[in-house]
């Protein structure tokens, strides 16, 4: 157990539609990361938050967005998805900028 | 900006074979992070190799950092069939860079 939460497991919506991914990071870590692994892909990073603002971003969609709160859990949200959507979501997190933990995931399947 | 590259993609093995994969990047790391990821399972963090030359090991596993901090490679002697699962890079300072990964399958 990384100590990095992230609800829900998993998630099944229709194309079009809007969700929210939500993460709670280990405790004292600052940094939070996003990613998004596709099957048989690798880790293709989305954005970076620390201490509530964003640090570096990454292949991002202009659909998708993401808010780091004062309690430092993280929301990744998902809007207008399309079918290639599908894919793990992943959240880490680090103290700043080192080892990263990650969470269990969040599988998302676009019908 | 900077890429990370990780070959093989794929590695086949049998059981009590060696597995090395290899990771380049474009540009010069200050240091440079393992994960492994088993089937089904989240990316759990290996090693950390920040000196020019550093090697490390963890029992069958070798970590070896470039001298031009550039490269890095890990190296399995006797695979087992609990090292099956993606093995992946990482390298940057501010920003981790992931290599695409290595996934490795044994047959027992």
């Known amino acids: 157990d990384s100590g990095v939460t992230q609800t829900p497991k998993h998630l099944i919506t229709a194309t079009g539609q809007r969700v929210t991914l939500r993460c709670s990071p280990r405790s004292g870590d600052l940094s939070v990361y996003w990613y998004q692994q596709s099957l048989d892909q690798g880790l293709q990073f989305l954005i970076q938050?620390?201490?509530?603002?964003?640090?570096a971003k990454g292949n991002i969609l202009e659909r998708f967005s993401a808010q780091q709160f004062p309690d430092l859990h993280s929301e990744l949200n998902l809007s207008s998805l399309e079918l290639g959507d599908s894919a793990l979501y992943f959240c880490a997190s680090s103290v700043e900028a080192g080892t990263q933990y990650f969470g269990p995931g969040t599988r998302l399947l676009v019908l | 900006g900077q890429q990370v590259m990780q070959i093989p993609q794929y590695q086949h093995v049998q059981e009590g074979e060696d597995f090395t994969t290899y990771c380049n990047s474009s540009?010069?790391?200050?240091?440079i992070q393992w994960y492994k990821q088993r089937p089904g399972g989240h990316p759990v963090f290996l090693i950390q190799l920040v000196k020019s030359g550093e090697v490390k090991k963890q029992k069958r596993l070798t970590f070896q950092f470039g001298e031009a901090k550039k490269n890095s490679s890990l190296h399995i002697t006797a695979t087992q069939t609990t090292d099956v699962g993606t093995y992946f890079c990482a390298g940057g300072a501010q920003k981790l860079v992931f290599g695409q990964g290595t996934r490795l399958t044994i047959n027992p």
């Open positions: 540009t010069t790391l200050s240091n």
């Open positions: 938050y620390y201490n509530g603002e964003e640090r």
